[in-house]
């Protein structure tokens, strides 16, 4: 069974940095990408970054520069690291696996954590 263990959330000033963890109970090669997402209440869930098997990156224009997402395929984990955070980035990420070998449509969630960026 998939699943998608997030860590690493908590409360940061501006201008701090987290590292958040993404945890697969699979090999993460099973996967075609896996990305970070970001929710805010009222708002659209928008896509932060993304990794595909081959370890192609991509990210959302906001967070160039600061962000970089990585993966340790010993450890079927993939990170999110965050620097110079801001209080409107304020909400709760989630982990994403889409693509896996035996099911390709279904999209696989984590439980989200939370990141508090206060002025």
């Known amino acids: 069974q998939v699943q998608l263990v997030e860590s690493g959330g908590g409360l940061v000033q501006a201008g701090g940095s987290l590292r958040l963890s993404c945890a697969a109970s699979?090999?993460?090669?099973?996967?075609?990408?896996i990305n970070w997402y970001r929710q805010t209440p009222g708002k659209q869930r928008e896509m932060v970054a993304g990794i595909t098997s081959s370890g192609r990156t991509n990210y959302a224009d906001s967070v160039k520069g600061r962000f970089t997402i990585s993966r340790d395929t010993a450890k079927n984990t993939v990170y999110l690291q965050m620097n110079r955070l801001k209080p409107e980035e304020t909400t709760v990420y989630y982990c994403?696996?889409?693509?896996?070998?035996?099911?390709?449509?279904?999209?696989?969630w984590g439980q989200g954590t939370q990141v508090t960026v206060s002025s």
């Open positions: 994403n696996a889409v693509g896996y070998t035996d099911s390709p449509l279904t999209p696989y």
């Open positions: 699979v090999n993460i090669f099973r996967f075609n990408a």
